[in-house]
């Protein structure tokens, strides 16, 4: 132990409780000063030091640009101890135009592009506010807002900023904190000018009367919001929620009948040149079956190029599978977590958040209201000061000239107070030109009414409101709808009608061939490959499966489980190597095996039997599905397994044991289920089933030999009834107990 340390300082504290203090300590710094905004001016500390570093620095939006250099060293070193990186790139975020829908800093130079281009380096680079960031500091010097020391006590900054534009809804906000997040989309100005006013005039207003002023977002770069209008409202009501945005696209003709697709707008934070890598990369890999080329022709604006691959392909249909395959679809998410006006976190609707943001302006208008009272009160003690000095005017120049102490003797001789006598005595002799009483007594006259004026505004609730509603209604009119910035950008559209798209649209129809080996390793192999074409499976496997199908097809799979799984064609991987093992692309046991794999036909019955000898007949259209997990149809029991999947073709049922009988009865007598054990098709004294079938009597009961197909017609001996036991096979049938 160190000399110096005082053992009386040292006490014993559990590992866990020293890291939890801790942790909630870092926990808090990070909720509270870093990445969740205040809901009264939507900032975060390190914008709000921004904003109020720059105004230092009087970077009006009439006064020149300055150095972001200047900026960032200024915020670093007064107020924000954190890496100039970090400050730099909030900077660069709050110019940009498609990154905020009202930029608060505006950027001279390379500020970045919408293609994911980093901005310059700040020593190339020039910043001032905005009118929308002098908006929110307006008034900050009339003590308006509460101010705090920094972190070195040197400076002062202030907690919130005065904020007479609703920058929460307005810019929105985005931020991870620890066990929190805030994820607020960006609105329009004017729309919640709206909204404030209807708020303003009835605090108890339903929250419908709020949503059909804000019907949804409006992202910096357009888009058109298609989101169900219940959603939006239970989303605004949570203050939870989601909203689809979809790319603004037109169709533009080229001559001779041709077209293409022009994407003028794309969803909100989504990189361009990201998006077109991504459209190229799935052309390539023939994922668009409708599209041919894409192209980027933009310039400041944004011009991307679709080309359909005929002139006979549906525009809506080719948009719909870009909608469901690319970015030209996003889901911009709401999550209004903030800090409250005493620091606390939680989750707000749009009312709440309106109604806050209102209660802010109120208390600055009050403290703007008392501030200037205070300056009032002062001038107008000056002002009787100056009325004094300009009636005794030779008797206050010889007192000053004369006495000692002039201050105190023009205090008892005239009855003034220590201000009065101090502003005379700093009055300058060429002032004494512009001491008429007329002035001196229209300036206190027009004072005392405004003193008047405020103070019945301090005592006046309706005043109050009547004083907020005309900011309100001066804020629209700066930034609303009539000017260029304030104009909606993003369209509120209607939910799209379900659109079926068929696989052909969304897959390239190509023929291959789905090989799959008795160990379970699955391949598709370009083209249709002949019977005896040569194939190559791993040493000590062979193959089980080969059929040709259409890599727009889907492959039904069934298993000892007695569940169906689906498998895409195109997903299968190439035949060029030794495939995948299928149990990588479904949820199926090491202890269970594959029984049957085939293409799906639509409309199609199957015939399912356990090696129990039950089984029913199941329609394959509800045997597709959508997860890995596949769709339990048949329940083998505790000691079966499935072992039997056919179509269900014909008038007659065919089954065979393991004891080599066999039965033969109407199809009829099998029920159709959708799931179940089934109903008993032959019955055992030992063993089980060996297999199954269903033909037409008319053809007769056939089955395969080493030398063909062989037929044996009616075979009237062996017909029977369901459940029965069956006679001995007859000569000739195979060895193995099955009909191949």
Same mark, same amino acid.
């Given at each position: 132990?160190?000399?110096?340390?005082?053992?009386?300082?040292?006490?014993?504290?559990?590992?866990?409780?020293?890291?939890?203090?801790?942790?909630?300590?870092?926990?808090?710094?990070?909720?509270?000063?870093?990445?969740?905004?205040?809901?009264?001016?939507?900032?975060?500390?390190?914008?709000?030091?921004?904003?109020?570093?720059?105004?230092?620095?009087?970077?009006?939006?009439?006064?020149?640009?300055?150095?972001?250099?200047?900026?960032?060293?200024?915020?670093?070193?007064?107020?924000?101890?954190?890496?100039?990186?970090?400050?730099?790139?909030?900077?660069?975020?709050?110019?940009?135009?498609?990154?905020?829908?009202?930029?608060?800093?505006?950027?001279?130079?390379?500020?970045?592009?919408?293609?994911?281009?980093?901005?310059?380096?700040?020593?190339?680079?020039?910043?001032?506010?905005?009118?929308?960031?002098?908006?929110?500091?307006?008034?900050?010097?009339?003590?308006?807002?509460?101010?705090?020391?920094?972190?070195?006590?040197?400076?002062?900054?202030?907690?919130?900023?005065?904020?007479?534009?609703?920058?929460?809804?307005?810019?929105?906000?985005?931020?991870?904190?620890?066990?929190?997040?805030?994820?607020?989309?960006?609105?329009?100005?004017?729309?919640?000018?709206?909204?404030?006013?209807?708020?303003?005039?009835?605090?108890?207003?339903?929250?419908?009367?709020?949503?059909?002023?804000?019907?949804?977002?409006?992202?910096?770069?357009?888009?058109?919001?298609?989101?169900?209008?219940?959603?939006?409202?239970?989303?605004?009501?949570?203050?939870?929620?989601?909203?689809?945005?979809?790319?603004?696209?037109?169709?533009?003709?080229?001559?001779?009948?041709?077209?293409?697709?022009?994407?003028?707008?794309?969803?909100?934070?989504?990189?361009?040149?990201?998006?077109?890598?991504?459209?190229?990369?799935?052309?390539?890999?023939?994922?668009?079956?409708?599209?041919?080329?894409?192209?980027?022709?933009?310039?400041?604006?944004?011009?991307?190029?679709?080309?359909?691959?005929?002139?006979?392909?549906?525009?809506?249909?080719?948009?719909?599978?870009?909608?469901?395959?690319?970015?030209?679809?996003?889901?911009?998410?709401?999550?209004?977590?903030?800090?409250?006006?005493?620091?606390?976190?939680?989750?707000?609707?749009?009312?709440?958040?309106?109604?806050?943001?209102?209660?802010?302006?109120?208390?600055?208008?009050?403290?703007?209201?008392?501030?200037?009272?205070?300056?009032?009160?002062?001038?107008?003690?000056?002002?009787?000061?100056?009325?004094?000095?300009?009636?005794?005017?030779?008797?206050?120049?010889?007192?000053?000239? /004369? &006495? !000692? $102490?002039?201050? #105190?003797?023009?205090?008892?001789?005239?009855?003034?107070?220590?201000?009065? +006598? @101090?502003?005379?005595?700093?009055?300058?002799?060429?002032?004494?030109?512009?001491?008429?009483?007329?002035?001196?007594?229209?300036?206190?006259?027009?004072?005392?009414?405004?003193?008047?004026?405020?103070?019945?505004?301090?005592?006046?609730?309706?005043?109050?409101?009547?004083?907020?509603?005309?900011?309100?209604?001066?804020?629209?009119?700066?930034?609303?709808?009539?000017?260029?910035?304030?104009?909606?950008?993003?369209?509120?559209?209607?939910?799209?009608?379900?659109?079926?798209?068929?696989?052909?649209?969304?897959?390239?129809?190509?023929?291959?061939?789905?090989?799959?080996?008795?160990?379970?390793?699955?391949?598709?192999?370009?083209?249709?490959? /002949? &019977? !005896? $074409?040569?194939? #190559?499976?791993?040493?000590?496997?062979?193959?089980?499966?080969?059929?040709? +199908? @259409?890599?727009?097809?889907?492959?039904?799979?069934?298993?000892?489980?007695?569940?169906?799984?689906?498998?895409?064609?195109?997903?299968?991987?190439?035949?060029?190597?030794?495939?995948?093992?299928?149990?990588?692309?479904?949820?199926?046991?090491?202890?269970?095996?594959?029984?049957?794999?085939?293409?799906?036909?639509?409309?199609?019955?199957?015939?399912?039997?356990?090696?129990?000898?039950?089984?029913?007949?199941?329609?394959?259209?509800?045997?597709?599905?959508?997860?890995?997990?596949?769709?339990?149809?048949?329940?083998?029991?505790?000691?079966?397994?499935?072992?039997?999947?056919?179509?269900?073709?014909?008038?007659?049922?065919?089954?065979?044991? /393991?004891?080599?009988?066999?039965?033969?009865?109407?199809?009829?007598?099998?029920?159709?289920?959708?799931?179940?054990?089934?109903?008993?098709?032959?019955?055992?004294?030992?063993?089980?089933?060996?297999?199954?079938?269903?033909?037409?009597?008319?053809?007769?009961?056939?089955?395969?030999?080493?030398?063909?197909?062989?037929?044996?017609?009616?075979?009237?001996?062996?017909?029977?009834?369901?459940?029965?036991?069956?006679?001995?096979?007859?000569?000739?049938?195979?060895?193995?107990?099955?009909?191949?």
């Amino acid at each position: 132990m160190s000399a110096h340390v005082d053992p009386k300082n040292i006490r014993p504290v559990a590992f866990s409780e020293a890291l939890g203090e801790r942790y909630l300590a870092y926990a808090l710094s990070t909720i509270t000063s870093r990445s969740l905004p205040d809901v009264r001016d939507g900032l975060k500390p390190v914008q709000r030091r921004l904003l109020f570093a720059m105004r230092e620095l009087k970077l009006d939006p009439a006064a020149g640009y300055k150095k972001c250099a200047r900026v960032v060293g200024d915020v670093i070193g007064k107020y924000h101890p954190h890496g100039d990186v970090a400050v730099y790139d909030a900077m660069v975020r709050l110019a940009q135009s498609f990154a905020v829908r009202w930029p608060l800093v505006e950027g001279h130079g390379n500020f970045g592009n919408i293609d994911g281009d980093n901005a310059a380096a700040m020593r190339y680079t020039e910043a001032r506010l905005t009118e929308v960031a002098a908006a929110l500091l307006e008034g900050i010097g009339e003590d308006a807002v509460e101010f705090r020391d920094t972190y070195d006590g040197e400076e002062l900054e202030p907690i919130v900023l005065p904020a007479a534009f609703p920058n929460l809804l307005a810019n929105g906000a985005n931020g991870i904190a620890v066990g929190l997040a805030t994820s607020i989309p960006p609105h329009n100005a004017g729309e919640l000018c709206d909204a404030l006013l209807v708020s303003l005039k009835n605090s108890r207003c339903d929250l419908a009367e709020l949503i059909a002023c804000v019907p949804g977002p409006d992202f910096p770069t357009g888009g058109v919001l298609v989101e169900d209008p219940e959603m939006i409202a239970e989303a605004y009501a949570s203050g939870r929620g989601g909203f689809r945005v979809r790319a603004r696209w037109h169709t533009e003709k080229v001559g001779r009948g041709q077209y293409q697709i022009i994407v003028t707008e794309i969803p909100y934070q989504v990189q361009k040149a990201r998006l077109v890598e991504r459209i190229a990369d799935l052309l390539q890999a023939r994922k668009f079956a409708l599209l041919a080329d894409v192209r980027d022709e933009s310039a400041d604006d944004i011009r991307l190029v679709l080309e359909p691959r005929s002139r006979t392909v549906d525009a809506e249909m080719l948009m719909e599978t870009m909608f469901r395959q690319t970015e030209l679809e996003t889901r911009s998410s709401l999550n209004m977590n903030v800090l409250d006006a005493a620091g606390v976190p939680g989750v707000m609707n749009l009312k709440q958040v309106l109604r806050t943001f209102l209660d802010h302006r109120l208390d600055v208008l009050l403290r703007r209201t008392a501030h200037r009272l205070k300056q009032i009160a002062h001038r107008l003690e000056v002002l009787g000061g100056y009325l004094v000095a300009y009636l005794n005017l030779d008797e206050v120049i010889r007192i000053i000239r /004369e &006495e !000692d $102490a002039p201050r #105190k003797v023009m205090m008892k001789r005239f009855k003034i107070s220590e201000v009065q +006598a @101090e502003a005379i005595l700093n009055m300058r002799l060429r002032a004494l030109r512009k001491l008429e009483e007329i002035e001196i007594r229209n300036e206190f006259e027009a004072l005392s009414e405004e003193q008047v004026k405020l103070k019945k505004l301090q005592a006046s609730k309706d005043r109050q409101k009547s004083i907020l509603g005309k900011e309100i209604a001066e804020m629209k009119q700066r930034f609303g709808p009539a000017t260029e910035l304030g104009r909606r950008r993003t369209e509120i559209g209607v939910p799209p009608e379900p659109l079926e798209v068929p696989t052909e649209a969304l897959v390239e129809r190509e023929p291959v061939t789905v090989i799959c080996s008795a160990k379970g390793w699955i391949r598709a192999a370009k083209g249709h490959l /002949e &019977e !005896d $074409a040569a194939v #190559k499976y791993k040493e000590g496997d062979r193959e089980r499966f080969r059929f040709h +199908a @259409e890599t727009t097809d889907k492959l039904v799979m069934f298993a000892t489980n007695g569940r169906f799984y689906t498998l895409s064609c195109d997903k299968l991987p190439g035949g060029r190597g030794l495939g995948e093992p299928v149990r990588l692309m479904i949820d199926l046991a090491n202890d269970q095996d594959v029984v049957a794999l085939f293409v799906h036909k639509p409309g199609r019955r199957l015939f399912v039997v356990s090696s129990d000898g039950r089984g029913f007949v199941t329609e394959e259209d509800g045997v597709l599905a959508e997860k890995r997990t596949g769709k339990q149809v048949l329940n083998p029991g505790k000691q079966g397994e499935a072992s039997v999947c056919v179509p269900a073709e014909g008038d007659c049922v065919a089954v065979v044991g /393991e004891n080599r009988r066999l039965l033969l009865f109407p199809a009829s007598d099998v029920p159709v289920l959708a799931r179940g054990r089934g109903v008993i098709l032959q019955r055992y004294k030992d063993g089980g089933l060996s297999d199954a079938k269903m033909f037409n009597k008319a053809d007769g009961l056939s089955w395969k030999t080493g030398a063909g197909v062989r037929n044996e017609g009616a075979a009237p001996e062996w017909h029977g009834k369901r459940a029965q036991a069956g006679r001995v096979a007859p000569r000739g049938f195979p060895k193995g107990n099955n009909f191949g």
